[in-house]
């Protein structure tokens, strides 16, 4: 039909609303920059150690409310140290949730225990604390909760859940640092909290990652593991200089994240097929590394989620599918569900995220995204017959 450039999706050849494309990450950043002058003149980018990784270690412990935070090279190694320091280890189970990181299930696996996936809660597509008793064997040693797409898991009832039965709680924040719930930072409700610096990341060194704890004993256990000599999961020096700026930033940028998200769920509210996922209650401070929708194909004339991610990408926004459901994606015999997993299961094909670069910008930003959605929406049934 005449359908104007403007007005035809550009995955269907039209122009895209953004042309540029999505928002890179990170942005430029002059404080970075007159660190990394800094770095360069004193020579400190190239020490093993100096001031940089002490300094950021003591100001993270402050920030989270914590006792002692351990840097190390990623939020994947944090999380193997984390169940180490809890001493998880061969035979042992971990119960965590269907829908996850796929690297937390591949570290318990890697520690020769046993995934033990349990259901999202049907509302907030976190992990679901009520699955948890009904998942407790002789042989559970420990939880991994992670709040993921700037959803927040139920931390004030899953730690009295976590300390009824004894267990080690795992809190991973790498989509949220800054977050609060009832006033207190996430990351800081686990036995230990993991935070990942990776390149994507709202606290981003390329790499990297640091564990939060307030348990002397978890620290022994992980310097007992890492300090060979020589430290085997470091963070160096030039990434915790650049750090150090971004975490002064973070709190004013999530809130400045959070009032774009709420802008721009108030202009979705009439686009059915979308939903934002819902935060936990007025007790938290969300952060957004993804923000998290229900994407139901049917509400879009059965337009599946990767192509509506796909179309919404060449308008230049940045959507994508979200994860896999660990237990669609591994044998049976590497895990065990303890129930049948319903949410996990909706959530693999219904998860749909917003990268959050595009959230530190205005306005315009948001009506773009808007626009980007309504269009594809109403061409819906002609970019799912494409090909
Ligand atoms: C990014 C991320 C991690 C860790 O990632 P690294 O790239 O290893 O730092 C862990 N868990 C979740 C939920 C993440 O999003």
């Not at 797409?149 to 300390?163: E, F, I, K, T, W």
């Not at 890492?226 to 990434?239: F, T």
């Not at 940028?253 to 998200?261: C, L, M, P, S």
Request: glycine residues 10%; negative net charge.
């Amino acid at each position: 039909m005449t359908d104007s450039a403007d007005h035809r999706p550009a995955i269907l050849g039209g122009t895209p609303v953004r042309p540029a494309g999505p928002a890179t990450w990170p942005p430029h950043n002059p404080s970075i920059q007159s660190v990394l002058q800094k770095l360069i003149e004193s020579g400190d980018w190239g020490r093993y150690h100096g001031p940089h990784c002490p300094d950021l270690a003591q100001r993270l412990a402050a920030y989270q409310g914590v006792e002692h935070a351990w840097l190390c090279s990623s939020g994947t190694a944090a999380v193997e140290l984390a169940l180490r320091g809890l001493g998880v280890g061969q035979g042992d189970e971990v119960i965590m949730a269907g829908y996850d990181f796929k690297a937390n299930f591949q570290n318990i696996l890697c520690l020769q225990a046993t995934p033990v996936l349990i259901d999202l809660n049907p509302t907030t597509w976190q992990l679901d604390v009520d699955g948890i008793e009904a998942a407790l064997s002789s042989r559970t040693r420990a939880i991994i909760a992670s709040h993921l797409h700037g959803g927040l898991v139920d931390m004030p009832r899953l730690r009295q859940v976590a300390d009824r039965h004894q267990l080690g709680l795992v809190e991973d924040a790498c989509q949220n640092p800054g977050a609060t719930i009832g006033g207190r930072r996430v990351g800081a409700w686990g036995d230990v909290g993991v935070l990942s610096f990776g390149g994507s990341k709202l606290l981003s060194a390329g790499r990297g990652g640091a564990l939060l704890t307030s348990r002397a004993d978890i620290i022994e256990r992980i310097k007992r593991y890492v300090l060979r000599g020589n430290d085997a999961y470091p963070l160096s020096e030039m990434q915790a200089a650049v750090l150090r700026p971004q975490l002064e930033e973070l709190d004013q940028q999530n809130i400045r994240r959070h009032a774009f998200v709420r802008q721009l769920a108030t202009n979705l509210k009439d686009v059915s097929g979308l939903a934002l996922l819902p935060i936990l209650d007025d007790s938290t401070q969300p952060a957004y590394y993804k923000v998290g929708f229900r994407y139901s194909a049917s509400a879009i004339d059965g337009l599946p989620k990767d192509l509506f991610a796909e179309a919404l990408r060449a308008e230049g926004i940045a959507f994508d599918p979200g994860f896999r459901s660990l237990h669609l994606i591994h044998a049976t015999r590497r895990f065990r569900a303890a129930d049948i997993l319903t949410q996990a299961t909706l959530a693999d094909t219904q998860m749909l995220t917003l990268h959050h670069p595009v959230l530190l910008e205005g306005d315009a930003a948001i009506t773009e995204i808007t626009t980007a959605i309504e269009k594809v929406q109403q061409h819906a049934a002609e970019i799912r017959g494409r090909q």
